[in-house]
């Protein structure tokens, strides 16, 4: 497994950007598949986007599509969620997870391919 920790939540009103990022230590980060999830109160744990391993493919939920942004740097172990435009339904913790490539991107949506996960950031968008 990997070990994730994330970073760069805080409170923010809407309209507003946010950069999460989550360093990576453990096991070849380069080889990993990158996601981010969210969780809000009372809700299930929802994809929000991933990044292949060499960084040249992305996927995104529908809900974050123009707004939200991956990116990935192989050499410092990092990668990165930069939200525009935020809005309340935003509101939610943020999950890194690292999975084992091997599948097209668009696989990566599901939980379960995932096998280390991060302590969660916490993003509230006030409205």
């Known amino acids: 497994q990997v070990q994730l920790v994330e970073s760069g939540g805080g409170l923010v009103q809407a309209g507003a950007s946010l950069r999460l990022s989550c360093a990576a230590s453990?096991?070849?980060?380069?080889?990993?598949?990158m996601g981010w999830f969210r969780q809000a109160p009372g809700k299930e744990r929802e994809f929000v986007v991933a990044i292949s391993a060499s960084g040249s493919y992305t996927h995104h939920a529908d809900s974050v599509k123009g707004r939200f942004a991956i990116s990935r740097d192989n050499a410092k172990n990092t990668v990165y969620l930069q939200m525009n435009s935020l809005k309340p339904e935003d509101t939610a913790v943020y999950y890194c997870?690292?999975?084992?490539?091997?599948?097209?991107?668009?696989?990566?949506?599901?939980?379960?391919?995932?096998?280390?996960w991060g302590q969660g950031t916490q993003v509230t968008v006030s409205s």
């Open positions: 453990g096991r070849t980060f380069s080889r990993l598949v």
């Open positions: 997870a690292a999975a084992p490539a091997g599948y097209s991107i668009g696989a990566y949506r599901a939980r379960n391919l995932y096998d280390s």
